[in-house]
């Protein structure tokens, strides 16, 4: 077995879990609750990975793997490359979508620590707000043609930010601003393997 | 020619730049300034990159890449595969230490950003100092392999982020608590691709 340094509301640990269900692996891990967060760094996972992030694989010899795209691809190896295309322009256009759902991923979190913080810059508050105002239309323009692609991350990777959105910024709107993103990702939600992994609010 | 946005002080554009040096591509590429701040999106790099975030390569059929792994893996794709292993262990081995170092940059860059502001949160300075310090043993223990690997993007990032901590965290003192990872650097320092791309102070 394999075992995955997880915890239930990581959307990139979802990720990885989502591409594990879809190849068919999922069984192959096992999932350890690590609670890694940015105030309280996980000391028990630090000699796996020093940077004390979520996910984190160990492979059956030992070998360690991060982060979550990387984790993905190894995953994607093992079962004959279906979500990642191996090389050429489908490649790069699905790594590079990958990267904006991705790195919106990373935005949203670190937009939710500074929120959250006793006293929050508002010149920070603001520029993740743009920002976000510059992806969602992103992101809603370009859906038909991610939808249009074979099943990959980058689809995994937009429905999961979906998701967090409903989550933890439900206030965003984000439904009624992307129509087409959201009809597309309902669908996508209803998938075994997002159902799954659906986040759990403890 | 290909574009690229791009800032003489970032550490993620100095990894594309370093890897275009190695791959003999440096010519090929055209760099514009753009000033991306935490605090102050970059507005003319957003129809690029809604992230407003750099290394942004526009290629000259007008497709978008980011970030700045995947720019890289681009890269060496058009020059015979010499910085990132095709497949196998060696592949993922060389991805996850790529991992440790740019997540490295990553924790540095926030802490840097959390360090410069007007109110910071002290437990959010002190686990940022706790995770460096399990990643500078963590590296210091590694660098001997990473040093007898082939040339690529591990090296190149570890190499940089030696560098970034010289220019922005000279009180971390890691040259005197990592000998070995100091001795490696400054060697791979030397490198025409390192000198090219030196930080600057403006």
Redesign the interface.
């Known amino acids: 077995m394999m075992k995955l340094h997880w915890s239930p509301r990581s959307p990139f640990v979802r990720k990885v879990m989502v591409a594990a269900h879809e190849l068919g692996l999922a069984d192959r891990i096992r999932t350890v609750r690590t609670v890694a967060a940015?105030?309280?760094?996980a000391q028990d996972l630090?000699p796996d990975n020093?940077?004390?992030?979520i996910p984190t694989l160990v492979l059956e010899d030992g070998?360690?793997?991060?982060?979550s795209i990387?984790i993905v691809?190894?995953l994607d190896?093992l079962a004959g490359h279906r979500l990642i295309p191996r090389?050429g322009?489908t490649r790069?256009?699905e790594?590079?979508r990958h990267?904006?759902g991705n790195?919106?991923l990373d935005?949203l979190i670190?937009w939710r620590n500074e929120r959250d913080?006793?006293?929050p810059?508002p010149?920070?508050l603001d520029?993740f707000k743009?920002?976000t105002d510059?992806?969602l239309?992103?992101i809603e323009k370009e859906i038909e043609a991610v939808a249009a692609a074979p099943l990959g991350i980058a689809q995994i990777t937009f429905a999961i930010a979906g998701a967090y959105m409903d989550f933890r910024f439900p206030d965003l709107g984000w439904r009624e601003r992307c129509p087409r993103f959201d009809d597309w990702q309902r669908g996508f939600a209803a998938r075994p393997s997002m159902r799954a992994t659906e986040i759990v609010d403890a």
């Not at 940015?38 to 760094?41: F, I």
């Not at 020093?50 to 992030?53: G, H, V």
């Not at 070998?63 to 982060?67: G, K």
């Open positions: 940015m105030l309280k760094p630090m020093p940077l004390a992030k070998t360690v793997l991060y982060d990387v691809e190894y190896s090389e322009t790069f256009t790594l590079r990267a904006l790195g919106f935005l670190l913080k006793p006293a810059l010149a920070l520029a743009l920002k510059a992806v239309p992103a």
